[in-house]
């Protein structure tokens, strides 16, 4: 097993020239592979409804996938402690790499949606897993300098993301957009194969295919009535609430379930420790806080302001610059102050970025919106990178991958009740007022949900006042601590 002490280290040996440098660059690409997706769709979504038609279905492209990508984080990452690391995230990049060709040849919505659902099961595996396997091959202190190589990567797909999608719409086709990940998920799968190598303990394993089956079914079932309620269908309709009783029903029986299975797929016991639901409860404040921006700012600037898709899309990247600038130095913090200090600090810059978004709300102007958005994102970078690496140095490498995949998961629910809520309160106070059209009702309706975000980021500021105090060495964050509390 790949596993490194937790001293200090010299920052020469971290780097592209250091003995792990091929792997850290293989694991920059493949979070590259994530990071371009998720930036350089919304460009050419246009391009692409003009040519495939079906213009209702479109936000199916970013639904389902995400979907996906996060019913399946769970397993992968319960798979990953049971057999390694290796084997998950070359099987992500080869489901990604499929999505991509097929998404290629895509001759309707209907069989993009489905492409893109194989993109997401991929992502499920490629995102938690390069997470995972920087926690086994590098200190904590070393992580201070690695997750600024990653961040470099977040940032240079903020800007090169988007301007390829408009590059490729304007100038080729919208396929290129998918046809890039070719390349690239083949480079990714040679360079796993070729510098990566980890050492597993073989031992014989009884999956828990009941729970997998379960958790599956009662996740699906509820994210897609948080992401479709209010929008494909109502709240109150009756695919609503079947998708809502079908999941909570599947989840109870599986709570029952985990209980019995002799290797559960999610242990449930996991979240009873303190700091693990701390970092969990973070996540899903930082979920909550990312989509209630980047989702709901460039309709308030473009049906406020009537600003260019690409004003209101500089708005928003503010956003995601902050956050790996940020990410980049908190290293740094955490390693001379602690976790909790670091996080807590995050959680109030993020705070006062939310708070100025909602009292500017009711005088829309995109620089003011591109100054907060910086500001939220500056601070997410101190909360995000920080509370994961504290439950990875928590847990042995049998227990890593899960715990990574918890946070990675909550994250992605987090976004989904965060769509349902700031969308619920969108629209009511639309159809309270003249419409989406009226310049005064959809202020009001950005700014109410500005307001909520504001509400979600002191949640979360108070989820990271729980986190144990102590420096990175200290017991509070050590895996012996674990072992003893449960023995």
């Known amino acids: 097993m790949s596993e490194t002490g937790n001293g200090a280290v010299s920052r020469t040996s971290v780097g592209f020239r250091s003995d792990r440098g091929r792997v850290l660059l293989t694991l920059?690409?493949?979070?590259?592979?994530?990071?371009?997706?998720?930036?350089?769709?919304?460009?050419?979504?246009?391009?692409?409804?003009?040519?495939?038609?079906?213009?209702?279905?479109?936000?199916?492209?970013?639904?389902?996938?995400?979907?996906?990508?996060?019913?399946?984080v769970p397993i992968y990452s319960k798979l990953s402690d049971m057999i390694g690391r290796k084997p998950i995230?070359?099987?992500?990049?080869?489901?990604?790499?499929?999505?991509?060709?097929?998404?290629?040849?895509?001759?309707?919505?209907?069989?993009?949606?489905?492409?893109?659902?194989?993109?997401?099961?991929g992502a499920g595996a490629v995102s938690p897993m390069g997470m995972t396997i920087i926690g086994d091959l590098y200190s904590v202190a070393e992580r201070a300098v690695?997750?600024?190589?990653?961040?470099?990567?977040?940032?240079?797909?903020?800007?090169?993301?988007?301007?390829?999608?408009?590059?490729?719409?304007?100038?080729?086709?919208?396929?290129?957009?998918?046809?890039?990940?070719?390349?690239?998920?083949?480079?990714?799968?040679?360079?796993?194969?070729?510098?990566?190598?980890?050492?597993?303990?073989r031992k014989p394993h009884r999956i828990d295919y009941a729970g997998a089956g379960l958790l599956t079914v009662g996740l699906t079932?509820?994210?897609?009535?948080?992401?479709?309620?209010?929008?494909?269908?109502?709240?109150?309709?009756?695919?609503s609430l079947v998708s809502f009783g079908i999941g909570a029903l599947a989840l109870v029986i599986f709570g029952f379930v985990e209980r019995r299975a002799a290797e559960p797929v999610l242990d449930l016991n996991i979240l009873r420790r303190p700091l693990i639901l701390t970092t969990t409860a973070l996540s899903l404040g930082v979920g909550a806080l990312l989509i209630g921006i980047t989702s709901f700012v460039?309709?308030?600037?473009?049906?406020?302001?009537?600003?260019?898709?690409?004003?209101?899309?500089?708005?928003?990247?503010?956003?995601?610059?902050g956050w790996p600038l940020s990410s980049s130095l908190s290293g740094r913090i955490y390693l001379a102050h602690g976790y909790r200090t670091t996080v807590v600090r995050g959680c109030l810059i993020a705070l006062v970025g939310a708070i100025g978004l909602?009292?500017?709300?009711?005088?829309?102007?995109?620089?003011?919106?591109?100054?907060?958005?910086?500001?939220?994102?500056?601070?997410?970078?101190?909360?995000?990178?920080?509370?994961?690496i504290a439950a990875q140095a928590s847990v042995d490498w049998d227990e890593r991958g899960v715990v990574t995949g918890i946070n990675v998961f909550a994250r992605s629910a987090g976004s989904a009740v965060g769509v349902a809520v700031f969308g619920a309160i969108a629209t009511n106070v639309i159809a309270a007022g003249h419409g989406?059209?009226?310049?005064?009702?959809?202020?009001?309706a950005g700014t109410w949900?500005?307001?909520?975000?504001?509400?979600?980021?002191?949640?979360?500021?108070?989820?990271?006042?729980?986190?144990?105090?102590?420096?990175v060495d200290s017991a509070a964050y050590s895996p012996a601590t674990v072992v003893e509390a449960e023995r």
């Open 358 to 388: 909602a009292v500017s709300g009711p005088w829309p102007n995109p620089w003011t919106v591109a100054v907060v958005s910086f500001v939220t994102g500056f601070g997410l970078g101190w909360v995000a990178a920080p509370s994961l």
């Open 146 to 201: 690695v997750q600024g190589y990653i961040a470099s990567v977040w940032a240079i797909a903020s800007v090169v993301g988007p301007a390829l999608g408009g590059i490729f719409s304007q100038f080729t086709s919208w396929r290129w957009i998918f046809g890039v990940n070719i390349p690239l998920c083949l480079l990714a799968g040679w360079a796993l194969l070729r510098f990566y190598h980890e050492r597993v303990e």
């Open 28 to 72: 920059m690409l493949t979070t590259g592979l994530i990071a371009i997706d998720a930036t350089i769709l919304a460009t050419a979504v246009p391009s692409v409804v003009k040519e495939l038609g079906e213009f209702e279905q479109f936000p199916w492209l970013f639904s389902v996938y995400l979907l996906a990508q996060a019913v399946s």
């Open 449 to 471: 949900v500005f307001v909520a975000v504001a509400v979600a980021g002191a949640a979360t500021l108070l989820a990271a006042l729980t986190m144990p105090r102590g420096a």
């Open 298 to 321: 460039p309709t308030y600037l473009e049906n406020a302001l009537g600003v260019a898709p690409l004003v209101s899309g500089v708005a928003v990247a503010a956003l995601t610059l």
């Open 436 to 444: 989406e059209h009226d310049y005064a009702t959809i202020v009001a």
């Open 221 to 239: 079932a509820l994210i897609l009535a948080l992401l479709e309620g209010g929008n494909a269908w109502a709240w109150l309709s009756v695919p």
């Open 89 to 121: 995230i070359l099987i992500g990049v080869g489901l990604f790499l499929l999505g991509s060709v097929l998404a290629v040849l895509a001759w309707n919505m209907t069989s993009l949606i489905a492409f893109r659902v194989v993109q997401g099961l």
